[in-house]
């Protein structure tokens, strides 16, 4: 009855520990979600790619973990994870989980090189530090992010995968391109509303400067005479069942 006893007991506390390991790879599987939309959903997770691009750097080891980029809004997610042999990755963190050196190691050795508009936050769990970046870039970016050791002026590039999930949206000269993480308009003057029409009727309202409403982060830069305004979006979008984008009252509609 003993030995029963014994049986059950480890049994049980096999089970507690396959899951708790499943629970540690989901947090990570679904890290970005988590931490840049308003509900973690299967849609996310299904758009999120992985990656196995990582660099050696003395006693640091910085991988890229997993990405949600779509180059024809310039808009994407990564997460980094990063250890430190023997030890913790250095850091000090703000209320916000923000950097306040704005990197990590000593000194804040290690940061991203900065481009368009950017938001890095970071967690740590056990000795693992993991950073959290979301970006929206100008038309020139190649889609690749750069580390850069303050040490010694190297960088460390990686490569960013493309979701290729974007649609594009026309009237006269000028264009909408969305994506299921957000949204680009090219247009001559500012943007104060946009809202996506869906082949069932629904609308909803993603941009508003007057109202704040559905609005995720807004990125607006101008160049050769044209203004972009970027969305994030709050939530993965399903673009393939857009009909139309009004901009400001104005129909775009599907592209060729």
Not at 29 to 55: M, Q, W
Not at 222 to 245: A, C, G, H, L
């Amino acid at each position: 009855m003993k030995k029963r006893k014994y049986v059950d007991i480890i049994s049980i506390i096999a089970i507690i520990v396959i899951i708790a390991i499943m629970l540690e790879g989901n947090f990570i599987k679904t890290g970005l979600s988590k931490y840049f939309f308003e509900k973690s959903d299967s849609e996310a997770v299904n758009l999120i790619r992985n990656s196995n691009e990582k660099y050696s750097i003395d006693d640091y080891n910085i991988s890229l973990e997993e990405v949600l980029y779509d180059k024809g809004t310039e808009i994407g997610y990564c997460m980094f994870k990063i250890t430190k042999n023997d030890g913790k990755p250095e850091i000090e963190l703000n209320s916000y989980n923000q950097s306040i050196t704005g990197g990590f190691g000593v000194n804040g050795r290690f940061t991203i090189e900065d481009f368009a508009s950017q938001e890095s936050k970071f967690e740590v769990i056990g000795n693992t530090l993991y950073q959290y970046l979301s970006f929206r870039a100008d038309s020139d970016f190649d889609g690749e992010i750069n580390f850069v050791d303050k040490d010694t002026d190297k960088k460390y590039q990686f490569i960013l995968d493309d979701m290729k999930k974007s649609r594009e949206y026309e009237k006269d000269e000028y264009s909408v391109i969305a994506s299921p993480i957000g949204i680009s308009v090219k247009t001559n003057r500012d943007v104060n509303k946009i809202t996506l029409h869906f082949n069932d009727g629904k609308e909803e309202c993603v941009y508003s400067n007057t109202e704040n409403t559905g609005k995720g982060l807004a990125r607006i830069s101008q160049s050769d005479n044209q203004i972009t305004t970027q969305i994030s979006f709050k939530e993965i979008k399903k673009i393939d069942s857009i009909d139309y984008v009004l901009v400001d009252g104005e129909k775009y509609k599907k592209g060729n």
